[in-house]
C-alpha cells in the first residue's frame, strides 16, 4: 500500500518560515512527479506546487511563487516544501501527491498523503 506521509507543519507568526516534508513508502519518487496541495477552510483544494520526477521542472502557482520552493532528495524517497514569508491567508492543510503525470490537476494525481496543518498568526 502506497503512503505519503507528510510532516512539518504547525503554528508559526506571519512573515515566518517552514519546510513540510513528504516521505514515500512503497513508491519510488523518482519515478513521479511530485505535487503539493492545500485547503483551508470552506474552501477548495488548490494547486501549489509541482516537480517532474527527475526534478529538473518545477511550477508554482502563480501567487506563490517566490515565497515556496519545492524539491525532492530522490535518495531519501521525500519531498519538501520551503515556505517563507507566510501570511495568514497561507493557513490551510498541506497534502502532498504524487502523479505519473507533470501536472497541476488534482484529479491526475494518483496517490495522497493525510496532509499536515499549517497555521499561520497575525
Known amino acids: 500500500q502506497v503512503q505519503l506521509v507528510e510532516s512539518g507543519g504547525g503554528l508559526v507568526q506571519a512573515g515566518g518560515s517552514l519546510r513540510l516534508s513528504c516521505a514515500a513508502s512503497t513508491l519510488t519518487i523518482s519515478r513521479y512527479s511530485m505535487g503539493w496541495f492545500r485547503q483551508a477552510p470552506g474552501r477548495e483544494r488548490e494547486f501549489v506546487a509541482a516537480?517532474?520526477?527527475?526534478?529538473?521542472?518545477?511550477y508554482y502557482a502563480s501567487s506563490l511563487k517566490g515565497r515556496f520552493t519545492i524539491s525532492k532528495d530522490n535518495a531519501k524517497n521525500t519531498v519538501y516544501l520551503q515556505m517563507s514569508s507566510l501570511k495568514p491567508e497561507d493557513t490551510a492543510l498541506y497534502y502532498c501527491?504524487?502523479?505519473?503525470?507533470?501536472?497541476?490537476?488534482?484529479?491526475?494525481?494518483?496517490?495522497w498523503g493525510q496532509g499536515t496543518q499549517v497555521t499561520v498568526s497575525s
Open positions: 516537480i517532474n520526477w527527475s526534478a529538473g521542472w518545477t
Open positions: 501527491a504524487a502523479s505519473q503525470w507533470y501536472t497541476t490537476v488534482a484529479t491526475q494525481y494518483d496517490y
